[in-house]
């Protein structure tokens, strides 16, 4: 898949370095989507080698999470 360059826009301080960049909001959202699902997937791959819970388990792990809240 290849990817288009991200339009953006730059922020200048008084000495014309860059300090910011603007993008438009929607790319905004892509990126944070992405990020989003990167950490996810990261998540999943470090606890693959967890045991599954049987039912009554899950379910009292469920009750104890919906007390801490």
């Known amino acids: 898949m290849k990817?288009?360059?991200i339009a953006k826009q730059y922020v200048l301080?008084?000495?014309?370095?860059k300090i910011d960049v603007?993008?438009?909001?929607?790319t905004f959202n892509?990126?944070?989507?992405?990020?989003?699902n990167y950490s996810?997937?990261?998540?999943?791959?470090?606890?693959?080698?967890d045991k599954p819970l049987k039912s009554k388990e899950a379910k009292a792990y469920y009750k104890k999470l919906k007390k801490a809240e």
Do not use: G, H, L
Request: negative net charge.
């Open 30 to 36: 892509k990126i944070e989507e992405a990020m989003e």
């Open 3 to 5: 990817s288009s360059p």
């Open 13 to 17: 301080d008084e000495k014309d370095r």
């Open 40 to 49: 996810i997937i990261q998540f999943i791959e470090e606890n693959v080698e």
């Open 22 to 26: 603007m993008i438009d909001i929607k």
